[in-house]
């Protein structure tokens, strides 16, 4: 068939066989796999189902990222270089570039400054690990398979870093707290967290805002340096010592609270008669639905609320559904105690509404829902073209 750009081509029945039968020779005669990509044309559901289950019954460890279409994956894949900014409810990794140009090697690749590449694909790496993700970086290596000096020595130099500071990166999770930070970002343990300076703070003091939970110590960790620390009613308040140098790599203040800590939820309602929890007033954990190369999209996975209890009183719940989501199960979690709720039973409620009275609004026209390097634009009546800034 002709190739387009798109990526997202058909596979035709006899290719599918051949990709079929690579995957074979991959997943035996290379030793275990824990992960594979399928960053390639748009495979019919049963083409990616029967990739899947190939893959699960050769090396039933490995894992599959979401590019394989049809929502098969294992894990979610984020777009490329992409850092989200919200919270992710499933296992999700970010792929990574050296150069956002290229993902082979360019012998005209511009290399520019390597202490600016070094900042920048570290500070992806810490921005992804605060947010509970995995970090793929890629390099182009030449075509005899060695690495270019460039790419070398800068991963040489994150690798050093990352051996001073793997109790801040390897196995932790993410940032417990719901506000950003302009100094940095956050990774956390059950009794730890790690602070990643990236920008000297305001007053050369770090706040964490309604920390609660007893510090024993908060230090440098390189330098083991033990910082000063206060704690009251704000939360905890951290002070820097004078002329930290930050002129190279980031500097990683651990605290560490013995017995664990609490941070303030991010939308606390107060628990009344008649409140309503819903969308509008939820707070979302998401996940992406891909079908194929170009086309995903964010979904939600859990919504999450925070009640204030009252002073007195006892409160029964209801959960309200449409006939459609009837006979289905979901997980309800009231507090640290999560039980399997099957929706059947209850009384019909009349909405308060005409159907007869609706109507159809307006119809838009969109092109591919997410596509992280390029992008289409299809004209809508009435709506300026977009302005594409790179």
């Known amino acids: 068939?002709?190739?387009?750009?798109?990526?997202?081509?058909?596979?035709?029945?006899?290719?599918?066989?051949?990709?079929?039968?690579?995957?074979?020779?991959?997943?035996?005669?290379?030793?275990?796999?824990?992960?594979?990509?399928?960053?390639?044309?748009?495979?019919?559901?049963?083409?990616?189902?029967e990739m899947r289950s190939l893959v699960h019954k050769l090396q039933p460890n490995c894992m599959i990222g979401s590019r394989i279409g049809n929502n098969q994956g294992d894990f979610t894949v984020m777009g490329d270089n992409q850092e989200p900014d919200y919270i992710i409810g499933v296992p999700w990794q970010s792929p990574?570039?050296?150069?956002?140009?290229?993902?082979g090697y360019r012998s005209w690749q511009e290399r520019g400054d390597i202490n600016a590449k070094i900042r920048e694909k570290l500070t992806s790496l810490v921005k992804v690990a605060s947010r509970g993700g995995n970090f793929l970086l890629n390099i182009g290596p030449k075509g005899d398979g060695t690495v270019v000096e460039f790419e070398r020595d800068a991963l040489l130099a994150i690798g050093n870093w990352l051996q001073q500071h793997s109790d801040a990166i390897y196995g932790t999770q993410p940032d417990p707290f719901h506000v950003p930070f302009q100094w940095g970002s956050i990774t956390s343990r059950h009794n730890k967290l790690y602070l990643h300076i990236?920008?000297?703070?305001?007053?050369?003091?770090?706040?964490?805002?309604?920390?609660?939970?007893?510090?024993?110590?908060?230090?440098?960790?390189?330098?083991?340096?033990?910082?000063?620390?206060?704690?009251?009613?704000?939360?905890?308040?951290?002070?820097?010592?004078?002329?930290?140098?930050?002129?190279?790599?980031?500097?990683?203040?651990?605290?560490?609270?013995?017995?664990?800590?609490?941070?303030?939820?991010?939308?606390?309602?107060?628990?009344?008669?008649?409140?309503?929890?819903?969308?509008?007033?939820a707070f979302p954990y998401f996940s992406n639905a891909t079908i194929d190369y170009n086309t995903s999209f964010t979904s939600t996975i859990r919504n999450a609320w925070s009640l204030e209890p009252p002073r007195s009183g006892a409160f029964r719940p209801t959960l309200t559904y449409t006939e459609e989501e009837k006979d289905r199960t979901i997980d309800l979690r009231l507090g640290d105690k999560t039980t399997a709720v099957k929706l059947e039973g209850g009384k019909s409620e009349q909405l308060?509404?005409?159907?007869?009275?609706?109507?159809?609004?307006?119809?838009?026209?969109?092109?591919?829902?997410?596509?992280?390097?390029?992008?289409?634009?299809?004209?809508?009546?009435?709506?300026?073209?977009?302005?594409?800034?790179?």
């Open 1 to 49: 068939m002709p190739i387009s750009g798109s990526n997202s081509d058909s596979i035709p029945p006899t290719h599918h066989t051949y990709n079929m039968q690579q995957i074979t020779e991959l997943l035996t005669k290379y030793g275990p796999v824990s992960e594979l990509w399928f960053d390639m044309g748009q495979m019919r559901r049963q083409q990616s189902e």
């Open 96 to 103: 990574a570039s050296f150069f956002h140009e290229t993902w």
């Open 198 to 281: 990236m920008t000297p703070p305001e007053g050369n003091a770090i706040l964490l805002p309604g920390l609660r939970g007893k510090v024993s110590e908060a230090r440098l960790q390189v330098a083991n340096t033990q910082l000063k620390y206060t704690q009251g009613k704000e939360g905890l308040r951290i002070q820097l010592p004078a002329g930290l140098d930050m002129s190279g790599l980031f500097q990683v203040v651990e605290v560490t609270l013995p017995d664990g800590y609490t941070v303030p939820p991010a939308n606390i309602r107060p628990l009344g008669p008649g409140l309503i929890l819903d969308n509008s007033n």
């Open 352 to 390: 308060n509404n005409d159907i007869a009275s609706l109507q159809m609004g307006p119809i838009h026209i969109l092109g591919p829902l997410f596509r992280p390097r390029w992008h289409t634009w299809l004209p809508v009546a009435g709506r300026p073209e977009p302005t594409l800034a790179q």
